[in-house]
């Protein structure tokens, strides 16, 4: 069965530290690839794609995201979180074609701490 | 350019009721999508339309979900009668063909007591 794990539930980070947020997909093929992110009382927003080509993906805010293929993961990452960064962070697959529905993973929050 | 709007932004029924969430996507969109987040679980998708035809509508729960999109433009789902499983969020999502990538709406919270 098609699924994404994003193995953390919740992650605190301090302030200017780096960051990483895990994500595992099971797919038939490589599928297409997405961060999303959801400020509190705001919509899913798109931080990054993934479709094909370079597999360091950049996204906006500063973010980032390598596709492993061996290793079927998408790892967002930020060298400098900033106190704004908290929200919870979604990861998302679908079928290589557009407009195909998206499956997410259960999502990760992220805390910052002064 | 707006963005995905959708009403109400909160809801809270009795179980029993129905209830009718609506989503006015991004003009031009032709693709309009909405999803679901049940307390704890993931963002799952319920159905897609194409304009005003409802090109997936498999992850629709059961016949209590009626789905529509009058003219192509504005969609609504109507739950009725509602039961405490039905509480979660509701995402509206739309896009263009060609523009791969969805923009979503804030949501609308359902609580079914």
């Known amino acids: 069965a098609q699924s994404v794990t994003q193995p953390d539930i919740h992650i605190t980070v301090s302030e200017g530290a780096s960051l990483e947020l895990r994500c595992n997909y099971s797919y038939g093929a490589t599928p297409y690839l997405f961060w999303y992110v959801q400020s509190p009382g705001q919509g899913l927003q798109l931080l990054l794609k993934y479709f094909s080509g370079d597999t360091l993906v950049q996204g906006i805010k500063g973010f980032e995201a390598e596709f492993k293929r061996s290793q079927s993961s998408f790892n967002l990452r930020k060298p400098s979180v900033h106190w704004s960064d908290a929200a919870e962070y979604f990861c998302?697959?679908?079928?290589?074609?557009?407009?195909?529905?998206?499956?997410f993973g259960k999502g990760t929050t992220l805390s910052v701490s002064s | 350019e707006a963005g995905v709007t959708q009403f109400p932004s909160h809801s809270v029924i009795e179980k029993g009721q129905t209830v009718t969430l609506r989503c006015d996507p991004i003009?031009?969109?032709?693709?309009l999508y909405w999803y679901r987040r049940v307390m704890g679980k993931e963002i799952k998708f319920l159905l897609h339309f194409v304009k005003e035809s409802k090109q997936d509508e498999s992850g629709m729960p059961n016949n209590r979900f009626l789905a529509e999109r009058t003219g192509g433009t504005y969609s609504t789902l109507k739950v009725q009668p509602a039961e405490l499983e039905d509480s979660g969020v509701y995402f509206c999502?739309?896009?263009?063909?060609?523009?791969?990538?969805?923009?979503f709406g804030s949501g609308t919270r359902l609580t079914v007591v």
């Open positions: 003009s031009g969109h032709d693709n």
């Open positions: 998302a697959v679908s079928r290589r074609q557009a407009g195909t529905a998206l499956i």
């Open positions: 999502a739309s896009s263009q063909v060609v523009n791969y990538g969805y923009t």
